[in-house]
């Protein structure tokens, strides 16, 4: 089986011996040879696998002919692709033998040139992101057994490799995404079962409003860190900013200057919301400058600083703001954030090295907490009942719209109603 699932064979063992990139490349070989004669038996295989590098490159067809003799005996029964897979492995042990190099080092060789070797991944974020999946699926039915997932080692992305870890984040992340009768939960999952909780996964995960280029189902299962961890940190970004919408949080409304300006902040992506509030507070405590991203702008935390003297004034400590060392004032921060329940996402040392995501999942958590705007007053509610009467439609709205996001457009679609009226 090829195409979109990747090359498929029934057997795991011999299915981990090779990359996809490996496996398409025998496929090839194996039916032209098929074409060549209409059908290929043990002992066509001598000399037709010439062609195959390593084991054409390396053995004689005498060699080849002798090595499978001994292996099979019946020279008259048919090939079929796992029985070539398995040939050639044993072609290859035979070569790897004589050049003294191992077989299992080369093709580990392999499938790490394609995987980690040129990539790698923020020990903070994993660290981060195991922590947020451990508090949030702990009382999960299925994944309990397996929480919770220990930050220091690779455990993640291995629990990760039959897709249903995803596939309930997705669910926490945006509730009812995924109907979890469709999840394949058992114990041991065979390969088309793994499968297709990965397309559902990634489906479902493109429906909320993942970017998912460049990642398949393959690259879960040959657990390519760097991918499942971006799909992973994807997650839970929309999960932490889900708040940041007008009809679920109307009190963002008090960050409007004119109600002629409510349109333009209903079309802000959530992030772009989250830096209007922060600057709104920052305005308040007399900090002079604009926060514009999460990263260069929050390095010195004194904009933390700041933004928790407005939020929690219970808490405040002097010596935030007059200690001059920028490390030892992010400490001060986040001990001011542990006293208020909002100490998670990242460490003293992702505040001065200004870390991106985790800095706006700290920020959108604090939000979550404690977002310091007042309660819906009368002009608040009247400017509500502007928006339009949606209850009927929300259902078939949301259908569409998770549709026409699973379908990969490079636009976003936030509402259907709003987001298709250009055409």
Not at 205 to 222: L, M, R, S
Not at 294 to 322: G, I, M, Q, R, W
Not at 332 to 348: I, N, P, S
Request: aromatic share 8%; charged share 25%.
């Amino acid at each position: 089986m090829s195409g979109h699932w990747g090359i498929l064979v029934s057997d795991p063992w011999l299915q981990n011996q090779f990359t996809q990139v490996e496996l398409r490349s025998l496929k090839s070989h194996f039916m032209s040879m098929r074409r060549e004669s209409g059908r290929l038996v043990i002992a066509d295989l001598a000399s037709k696998m010439s062609r195959v590098k390593v084991v054409g490159e390396n053995l004689s067809e005498e060699e080849r002919a002798s090595c499978v003799k001994d292996l099979y005996q019946n020279t008259e029964e048919e090939v079929d692709f796992e029985l070539f897979l398995k040939v050639y492995l044993k072609l290859q042990t035979f070569v790897n033998s004589r050049t003294g190099s191992s077989p299992k080092n080369s093709l580990a060789f392999l499938k790490a040139a394609t995987t980690t070797l040129l990539h790698t991944i923020s020990e903070s974020e994993k660290a981060s992101y195991v922590a947020h999946i451990n508090h949030y699926l702990a009382q999960d039915e299925f994944l309990k057994k397996y929480l919770p997932i220990d930050p220091s080692t690779n455990e993640l992305f291995e629990i990760a490799k039959d897709g249903v870890l995803l596939c309930k984040l997705i669910n926490v992340a945006v509730p009812g995404t995924i109907d979890e009768r469709a999840i394949n939960t058992k114990k041991i999952l065979n390969p088309w079962e793994r499968n297709e909780n990965h397309t559902l996964c990634l489906n479902s995960a493109k429906a909320i409003g993942c970017t998912v280029v460049n990642i398949g189902t393959q690259d879960f299962i040959e657990g390519r860190r760097h991918l499942v961890l971006g799909v992973i940190s994807q997650i839970i970004k929309i999960q932490l900013l889900a708040d940041l919408d007008l009809k679920k949080t109307p009190q963002l409304l008090e960050l409007l200057d004119d109600s002629k300006d409510m349109e333009e902040l209903m079309n802000l992506p959530p992030e772009k919301i989250l830096l209007r509030w922060m600057n709104f507070h920052l305005k308040k405590a007399g900090y002079k400058k604009i926060v514009t991203n999460f990263s260069s702008d929050v390095k010195d935390a004194e904009a933390y600083a700041h933004l928790l003297n407005v939020l929690a004034p219970e808490y405040t400590n002097p010596s935030t703001l007059a200690v001059k060392n920028p490390f030892e004032r992010a400490k001060l921060v986040l001990e001011h954030a542990d006293k208020m329940g909002c100490k998670r996402y990242l460490t003293a040392r992702d505040i001065v090295e200004g870390s991106p995501n985790l800095n706006l999942a700290f920020v959108a958590h604090i939000f979550q907490h404690r977002n310091g705007l007042s309660a819906q007053t009368k002009q608040q509610m009247s400017l509500l009942e502007t928006f339009p009467d949606d209850t009927q439609d929300s259902r078939e709205e949301r259908a569409f719209r998770l549709w026409m996001n699973s379908l990969g457009n490079s636009t976003y679609i936030n509402n259907v109603f709003e987001d298709l009226r250009n055409g």
